[in-house]
């Protein structure tokens, strides 16, 4: 089949992939590739110290998704030599004082209850694992299994995977190579009959006529016209300022690899910071949460970001600034996920509303949305998992029931 994807995004470039893979020519619409929301993100793949109150329906998600990470990166590594950023480094989740501590131990009980591994951590026990850390932190916790992944570098390993020939011997299923359009997508109409494919109207090339349909573009889902009206989605834009520094030459003594090695989230004055290392030397701060409909970034989140920073890791202090910048995260009522069909529509498939957690839930929402596209059997669990990412689940009607029952899309 001839696939269409609406979005370079990292949900809609792993869709790509693992439809690639499957025999599928895809073509990919987007007027700006790779510059959305996975742009800014830091890339945790932290179901564990992501954890939030209330949102016991994103956790089996969450750990889902971790397992499918280390086959997409070996994937990756046998078709480019390009880097991915993917890490197992371990997260510590630390407090700046007593009552920070209290909030990071509610979050722990609640971790242990669902089964998450952590560790209980003295202020002497981080400073033995993490020098570079304040001295006068309340204590913490460990989370080993928490891993990150530089969102920029795996998007640049995808394309090149995507368009790489690749070696018959170890994917002779594959596609062809994948087909860029840079434009924006304003419509996608049924062609004739509901089993004649699709028109995607992008910019001023015309109609593009494909046979299925994924749309990934996250906040601009609701600009689309055509069969997406019969599926109106509440998505909001969720801002979030988020900042990149880089050691200074000379700034580290001798033996030293970086301030922090593991990824760091802290609680401060009952603020969230999270503190990623990166392997050439940068560092990742963030990340505000703002639904106030300003894109640009916001100096008062900025500040906040660097003076809690500076409270864990004395050093970044020290360190350059080389970026500032603010996206938009496609966000819904409960912050899972839509994935499913499009009513009326079959062959047409939605993936968006990844929130906050897109690098992490990708492989997941991924390889569902080409198993929907495809019509592959569905285990119970994915129909399950499916279940729970169900476009309809707040009113509007949707082709998810009979999905579920013929392994895919409904005929």
């Not at 940068?282 to 500076?310: F, M, T, Y």
């Amino acid at each position: 089949m001839h696939i269409g994807i609406v979005g370079s995004g990292v949900v809609g470039m792993q869709t790509a992939w693992h439809l690639r893979l499957r025999g599928h020519r895809v073509t990919i619409f987007d007027p700006d590739p790779g510059n959305g929301a996975t742009r800014a993100a830091a890339g945790m793949l932290a179901p564990i110290s992501e954890v939030q109150f209330g949102q016991q329906g994103l956790y089996p998600l969450m750990l889902a998704a971790r397992r499918e990470y280390p086959q997409l990166i070996a994937q990756l590594e046998r078709v480019t030599d390009r880097p991915h950023g993917y890490l197992e480094n371990g997260t510590l989740l630390v407090a700046a004082d007593r009552a920070d501590s209290a909030r990071a131990a509610d979050h722990a009980r609640v971790q242990t209850e669902y089964g998450m591994e952590t560790r209980s951590l003295s202020a002497s026990r981080l400073l033995d694992m993490e020098p570079g850390l304040n001295p006068r932190l309340a204590g913490g916790f460990e989370a080993p299994t928490d891993q990150q992944v530089d969102p920029r570098l795996l998007l640049e390993a995808l394309r090149a995977a995507l368009v790489h020939d690749l070696d018959p011997t170890g994917f002779a299923h594959a596609g062809p190579s994948a087909a860029w359009i840079m434009e924006s997508v304003s419509r996608i109409d049924p062609v004739g009959d509901r089993t004649a494919g699709y028109d995607v109207t992008a910019g001023d090339s015309g109609p593009h006529r494909v046979d299925r349909v994924l749309v990934a573009c996250g906040v601009n889902y609701g600009r689309i016209g055509g069969v997406l009206d019969r599926l109106p989605l509440d998505l909001r834009p969720v801002y979030g300022d988020i900042l990149r520094l880089k050691l200074r030459e000379g700034q580290l003594a001798p033996g030293e690899k970086h301030v922090v090695n593991a990824t760091i989230r802290a609680t401060v004055l009952g603020r969230q910071v999270y503190l990623v290392p990166r392997a050439d030397g940068g560092l990742v701060i963030g990340a505000s949460v703002r639904e106030d409909n300003l894109p640009g970034v916001n100096a008062g989140c900025v500040q906040e970001l660097l003076e809690d920073a500076v409270t864990v890791v004395p050093g970044v202090r020290d360190m350059e600034l080389v970026e500032a910048m603010a996206r938009a995260r496609p966000g819904t009522p409960d912050d899972i996920p839509y994935v499913g069909p499009v009513p009326g529509a079959p062959g047409v498939v939605v993936s968006t509303g990844y929130s906050r957690h897109g690098i992490l839930l990708a492989p997941l929402g991924a390889r569902l949305g080409a198993d929907l596209l495809t019509g592959a059997s569905l285990s119970n669990a994915d129909a399950r998992l499916l279940e729970t990412m169900d476009p309809g689940r707040f009113g509007a009607h949707t082709d998810m029931a009979q999905a579920r029952l013929t392994g895919g899309i409904p005929a």
